[in-house]
């Protein structure tokens, strides 16, 4: 049973920040690459940015230098920091993890509840 827990989302102005966590079950965290991915209504479920076992990242063109992916091993948690928030990154957030060619893919086939993130003034 995949179990992932997504939270840290809110109602945030542009140019404001978040810090999404993502609580992952031991059994998909601790061999894997993570990933977050974003949703907006209306549009396909993207990959924003992933990070390997190893602490490798990378980022989607759309967030790179303002958001920034890490993980916390004794924790089997992922964070997303996301600074310099703009309306366009309003979406539902979710994380998954695997093989780093399932995280590029964003082949899952179960998902956790996701966050809502909404930016606006």
């Known amino acids: 049973q995949v179990q992932l827990v997504e939270s840290g989302g809110g109602l945030v102005q542009p140019g404001g920040s978040l810090r999404l966590s993502c609580a992952a079950s031991?059994?998909?965290?601790?061999?894997?690459?993570m990933g977050w991915y974003r949703q907006a209504p209306g549009k396909q479920r993207e990959l924003v940015a992933s990070i390997t076992r190893i602490g490798n990242t990378n980022y989607a063109d759309s967030v790179k230098g303002r958001f920034a992916i890490s993980r916390d091993s004794a924790k089997n948690t992922v964070f997303l920091q996301m600074s310099s928030l703009k309306p366009e990154d309003t979406a539902v957030y979710y994380c998954?993890?695997?093989?780093?060619?399932?995280?590029?893919?964003?082949?899952?086939?179960?998902w956790g509840q996701g966050t809502q993130v909404t930016v606006s003034s």
């Open positions: 998954n993890g695997g093989p780093l060619y399932t995280v590029l893919r964003g082949d899952f086939g179960s």
């Open positions: 031991g059994s998909i965290f601790s061999s894997n690459a």
